[in-house]
């Protein structure tokens, strides 16, 4: 019953800009901590950065200066904007977040994933 959807991926050419937005929508109590993976081909998913509840950030790597998250509370909604992308850059985009629903007699927290958004980065 919960669901999150990205959006803004695209086609760039190396030194351009996204925005990614990933918006929850469902049963949601609270949503907790909120982040961005990336998975290229034949690697692994790896995190680019996680927000919490409160605005604190961390970031993976040295995407600190390129990359930026944040969220906005009020919408269920977390960004990812994405500055100077290198070809490297290039992946499956996906957003993540750990949200407490409320059942009949207790609330329970369960972490769910996007369907993903494609970046690609031309050089």
């Known amino acids: 019953q919960v669901q999150l959807v990205e959006s803004g991926g695209g086609l760039v050419q190396a030194g351009g800009s996204l925005r990614l937005s990933c918006t929850a929508s469902?049963?949601?109590?609270?949503?907790?901590?909120m982040g961005w993976y990336r998975q290229a081909p034949g690697e692994q998913r790896e995190l680019v950065a996680r927000?919490?509840?409160?605005?604190?950030?961390n970031y993976a790597h040295s995407w600190k200066g390129r990359f930026a998250i944040s969220r906005d509370n009020a919408k269920n909604t977390v960004y990812l904007q994405m500055n100077s992308l290198k070809p490297e850059d290039t992946a499956l985009y996906y957003c993540?977040?750990?949200?407490?629903?409320?059942?009949?007699?207790?609330?329970?927290?369960?972490?769910?994933w996007g369907q993903g958004t494609q970046v690609t980065v031309s050089s």
């Open positions: 993540n977040a750990e949200i407490v629903s409320q059942r009949p007699y207790y609330t329970e927290a369960n972490t769910y």
């Open positions: 469902g049963s949601i109590l609270t949503i907790n901590d």
């Open positions: 927000i919490t509840r409160g605005g604190s950030t």
